[in-house]
């Protein structure tokens, strides 16, 4: 079975430092992935998504996420994070033809002025 | 455009109570998901319908907990007896093609 893991449960920063949040999955076989983020008591919104084509995907926000097959991770990335950055981020991975989402654990991501 | 809405957006129960939790999803979106958000778990997939096949249950804990979607469109989970470690935020996502689409939750109080 597909399984996420987010290396980080929390990961605090500076304003206008730079940031990666970690996402490995476990299954090589055609994947869907996806980052989502959940400022406080609101919903998860879609950051980005990996589909096909170009590894390299950018979202809202100023965020973007390489997808490496070989290495089996799609990393998020933000050269300079802001306050309201502040919020978790879940990664999603979808087995090609399951339909279903499998999530990490999250990670706690506190930029700090 | 209208996105995927949850009512209520709190709920506070008794152990014992039966609670109903209502999802409208995004006009036109053919599948439906509901996922359970709980300290320490992460978000843990219930049940999905696509369309007019059987619903996917492989994710319901129990048989307090059930679902059904009506006319293709509003969805209805219901806890029954509800017990302490239902307590969590009950999230709702639609779906046209491959993108999930989330409501902002019920979150639900056992006492």
């Known amino acids: 079975a597909q399984s996420v893991t987010q290396l980080d449960s929390q990961v605090p920063v500076f304003e206008e430092a730079p940031v990666e949040l970690r996402c490995n999955y476990s299954?090589?076989?055609?994947?869907?992935l996806f980052w989502y983020v959940q400022y406080p008591n609101q919903g998860l919104q879609l950051l980005l998504k990996?589909?096909?084509?170009?590894?390299l995907v950018k979202g809202i926000n100023g965020f973007e996420a390489e997808f490496n097959k070989s290495q089996t991770s799609f990393h998020l990335r933000k050269p300079s994070v802001h306050i309201s950055d502040t919020a978790e981020y879940f990664c999603?991975?979808?087995?090609?033809?399951?339909?279903?989402?499998?999530f990490g654990k999250g990670t706690k991501l506190t930029v700090n002025p | 455009g209208a996105g995927v809405s949850q009512s209520p957006s709190n709920k506070v129960t008794e152990k014992g109570k039966d609670v109903e939790l209502r999802c409208d999803p995004i006009?036109?979106?053919?599948?439906l998901y509901w996922y359970r958000q709980s300290l320490g778990q992460g978000l843990e997939f219930l049940i999905y319908?696509?369309?007019?096949?059987?619903?996917?249950k492989s994710g319901l804990p129990s048989d307090r907990f059930s679902a059904e979607r009506t006319g293709g469109s509003v969805s209805t989970l219901t806890i029954q007896r509800t017990q302490q470690e239902d307590s969590a935020v009950y999230l709702c996502?639609?779906?046209?093609?491959?993108?999930?689409?989330f409501g902002p939750g019920t979150r639900l109080t056992v006492l």
């Open positions: 996502a639609s779906r046209p093609t491959n993108t999930q689409y």
């Open positions: 299954s090589s076989v055609s994947v869907y």
């Open positions: 990996y589909l096909s084509g170009s590894t």
């Open positions: 999603a991975v979808e087995q090609g033809g399951s339909e279903k989402l499998v």
């Open positions: 006009s036109g979106h053919t599948a």
């Open positions: 319908f696509q369309g007019n096949s059987a619903p996917d």
